[in-house]
């Protein structure tokens, strides 16, 4: 599932001791793994080639511009969500057209960005969104390709937060209005609606709301083209899980196994396919080191206080996310033999694992059993490559913490730790308002 193993006691990201590089670089400190990378991209990639699918690379779940530069050398398209993203791909090399733009709220200025850099699709939300970037299109005069996206009303049995493919929520438009769209805004001269897209949350564990909602869409494309309207493309989504413990996840071949069929004649005639992992990617691709300040009793708890906390992870305490925490450096006997919420061994002490930020909602892990740590100790916070970093805040005017990339035994700071400086670069030199556009840099 990944390259983070234990050698002699000791955690490795490939070729190099995870200690070496929080003691060079320091804690807290994300730390990603190329192999782990390119491995799960080439895994989708394999599992899904009887699609011939164009894999679009969810920059959301990790952003930092190094690992969007391994996918777009394996050959991934970009899954963008806004201007900065856009911003972010191209400057990975991705060929805009090999991008896919969604997202319920683009700004105009977005929109033309998009428009200006031609994006493949555009993936369009709502009737209003269709009419502005019309008439955008129709104002810069530049070509522009839609595609729908539908919410099929599937419940992807995950957290209600990330569900989005159920009708209660603020994507896309009902399955029953998608005929109407495509009747109003199908021959539109502006915006070429051509593409269906869909994405029902994340993550999902099973490739069975892939397929209730996919037969549907299929369902749909009938319909559609029998109107008249024809679909060139349909974007299936991101969503795939990940292993915050280990074998939680299907493998991609278990979920191609599944969607292929559903869609393979369909393919046959011509239909192009999308995907947008995100997080199936890169959240294994990735640990997060942290180290331990202080144990405290306290009651009948024992709380391990590290340098990291809701501040650097925010998934534990906004999602009630599970996380493996384990030290980084261990008895030989106390190596992990797989990563589980309820690990066995009468050595483990229930602890909190928690952060120094001022909140009682700043953790890690609750009710953790884990090998007894000292202060200094090293920890790792597995499977954080997802969601990790990109949601980190400056909150309690912490830095954000540095970034490594690991290949074989090469390591490179791919992010360097922010200082105070960072913190208030923005604030320094107060200046009067204009009425330049501050909210998006003009490409
Ligand atoms: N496509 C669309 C339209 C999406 O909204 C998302 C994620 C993806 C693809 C990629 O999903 P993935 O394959 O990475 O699961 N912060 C949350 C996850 C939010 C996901 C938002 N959209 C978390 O930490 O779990």
């Not at 006997?333 to 909602?361: F, K, N, W």
């Amino acid at each position: 599932m990944d390259h983070f193993t234990y050698v002699d006691g000791r955690l490795r990201c490939e070729g190099v001791l995870v200690e070496a590089i929080a003691e060079a670089a320091g804690t807290p400190c994300y730390v990603y793994s190329r192999a782990t990378l390119e491995d799960h991209y080439r895994r989708l990639a394999e599992a899904f080639a009887p699609l011939d699918p164009l894999i679009c690379y969810s920059i959301k779940s990790c952003s930092n511009l190094a690992v969007c530069r391994v996918l777009a050398e394996c050959g991934a398209g970009m899954d963008l969500v806004s201007g900065g993203e856009l911003h972010r791909a191209r400057l990975a090399g991705v060929d805009p057209a090999e991008c896919v733009y969604a997202g319920a709220g683009k700004s105009d200025a977005e929109i033309r960005q998009a428009l200006e850099a031609s994006v493949g699709w555009l993936n369009v939300e709502s009737e209003a969104e269709f009419e502005n970037i019309a008439s955008i299109a129709a104002a810069m005069s530049l070509p522009c390709r839609g595609a729908l996206r539908v919410n099929p009303d599937v419940d992807p049995r995950t957290h209600r937060y990330t569900t989005t493919g159920k009708k209660e929520t603020k994507f896309g438009v009902d399955l029953e209005r998608a005929k109407a769209f495509f009747d109003t805004y199908g021959a539109d001269e502006h915006c070429a609606l051509r593409g269906i897209h869909v994405h029902l949350g994340s993550p999902i564990y099973s490739p069975e709301p892939y397929v209730q909602a996919l037969e549907k869409i299929v369902r749909l494309i009938d319909e559609l083209e029998a109107a008249g309207h024809p679909v060139e493309m349909l974007d299936i989504g991101g969503g795939f899980g990940a292993d915050y413990e280990t074998g939680q996840t299907p493998p991609a071949v278990d979920y191609a196994r599944r969607i292929v069929p559903v869609l393979e004649d369909r393919v046959r005639k011509g239909l192009a396919v999308i995907i947008e992992p995100g997080r199936t990617i890169t959240a294994n691709a990735g640990v997060l080191l942290l180290r331990v300040l202080y144990v405290k009793r306290s009651g009948t708890r024992t709380f391990v206080i590290c340098d990291g906390g809701m501040n650097t992870l925010l998934r534990p305490s906004h999602y009630q996310a599970f996380h493996f925490i384990w030290p980084c450096r261990v008895d030989p006997a106390h190596v992990p033999a797989a990563r589980l919420r309820h690990m066995p061994g009468d050595y483990l002490e229930t602890v909190d694992v928690v952060g120094p930020i001022c909140e009682s909602g700043d953790f890690l892990a609750e009710d953790r059993a884990l090998p007894p740590v000292s202060r200094g100790d090293l920890l790792a916070v597995f499977s954080t490559g997802a969601y990790g970093m990109v949601m980190a805040s400056r909150y309690n005017s912490m830095p954000l913490p540095a970034e490594i990339m690991v290949s074989g035994d090469q390591c490179t700071v791919v992010r360097r730790r922010e200082g105070y400086d960072d913190l208030t670069a923005h604030e320094l030199a107060p200046e009067p308002l204009t009425t330049v556009d501050h909210t998006v840099d003009q490409p």
